[in-house]
Structures are given as C-alpha cells and as structure tokens.
C-alpha cells in the first residue's frame, strides 16, 4: 500500500512535498524535485524574509487558505508561489503552484506606476517652472519705472514689500535711472498691503545703490500701518519722505523749473 502511494506521489504533476512537524521533507514529487533543489528542510528552500511566515503559516493545522511563499528554484532564487497543505496525523501534505503570471503582472504594475509618477514629477516640474516664470512677471510689473519728467522717475510699489519684489527689479530699477539721466526717483507706497522686515531691508539697499549713481530717492504714500516696519530703519538716512502727489509735483517743479512745462504724469 505504501509503495502504490509512494508511486502515485512520484507521478503527481505538481510540486507536492510531504512534510513533518518540523517541517522536514519525508517525500516528494517528481516535478518538485524537477522545480526545486534538493533540500532536507522545506524552509532552506524559502526565502529568509518569508521563513518566519512559513513556519508560523504551515504548521497550523487551522489554516485553510493558501498563502504566498517566495522560494528558491532550481532556475530563480525568488518565485512567488501560492502554498496550500492539509494535515493529516502528523503528516503535512503540501502544494505549491507557481504564481510567475501573478509576479509578471505586479512588476508590470510597478513599473507602470513608476513611469507614471516620473511623468508627473516631469509635468510638476513644468508647471513649477511656468509658476516661477508667472511669478518673477509679476513682481516685475509689481514695481515698474514710471517716466514723470526729463529727470524724474515713479516706482509705484504693489501688493507685498517682499525681498523677492526688490530683488527681480533691483538691476531693472538702477539701470533704467542711471540710462534714463534722472536725478530723482520717487517710491509710491500707496498700493502696498504689506510691508516685511527683510523687504524694508532690500529697499533701503536698492536706494543706496541709486545715491551711488547721483539718484536722490523719495518715499511717498506712506500708510499709518507701514510706519511699525519702518521704524528704527536707517533707510531715513537715504531717502526722502513726503505725504502725498502734491508736494512731489512742486518738489519737481521748484527743483527743475526750466523743465516744469515737460511734465508728464501718468
């Protein structure tokens, strides 16, 4: 009767293994031993990260589903297989079925996710970079240079006093005072919500440079909620402060009168 059961298990079509409870392989199929290296223990046949799970899984005579083992093949040293046994007075009666269709179509996946997510980290890079670009416009349009007569220009400041709002129109601003010949740029702070430290800081470097070229800077439009920021600021030292339109108009004219009648405002 054992020999008639040994020779049916020798012929099965399928890597079968009969085990003990320590897992020690009693015998085996045919195709097992074509799939697998010889091997006295199943567990030096699974790999190190899923042996913890096989012994736990596979000598629970409770289990009743099949479970997936990684093991280690005569042609890969990693398949997935999907493992079943049935216990029978001590004796375990184990299948595996290789799931290398399943393994090929997770890796395909992976893959597929992976070539999603470098297109979006492609298309985020892009769309930062249109960002930046919209960004760096806006601040240059946040502060444009505003020709008012031969020798006066109007920096009409906007939004946020930021060190990004000086900083993208820093060389703009000095380059177009010291080619246009003015002498007298004024900063209109009328349109500004909020002022910062560090731009307050930026500003008054920005004034610096332009007394450096002969430029004389004004401040006007200044709102009860800006005087906190600037407060304890040398930048009184380098510039000129005035209320309103009206006293930059006469300052104009009282200080270029031959040039009164070429005023121009916009």
Partial sequence: MNNVLGSNIKHLPIPYFEIDEQLNILSRSDKSRETFTSKENFLDLVDLESREKAIFLLVSEKLTQEIELVLQTVNSPYSLFSCSIQ???GVGHLVCIEQSGKLKALESKVEQQCK???????????????????LKRILELSANFIRLSEHAGLVPLSGELSPQLIQENHLSLTNAAHDGDFNMV?????????????????????????????????????????AFYLKNKDIYDKAYFLRNLDEFIQIDLEYNPPQ???MMLH
Avoid: M
Avoid at 126 to 132: N, P
């Fill in 87 to 89: 216990w029978d007075d």
């Fill in 116 to 134: 999603r997510l470098a297109e979006t980290d492609f298309e985020l890079l892009e769309q930062k970079e249109e960002l930046e670009q919209s």
């Fill in 186 to 226: 004024f900063f209109d702070f009328s349109n500004l919500n909020k002022l910062t430290t560090d731009g307050i800081t930026s500003l008054r470097e920005l004034i610096h440079s332009l007394n450096l070229v002969g430029v004389i800077c004004y401040v006007i439009g200044l709102k009860p909620s800006h």
């Fill in 260 to 262: 009164k009648d070429n």
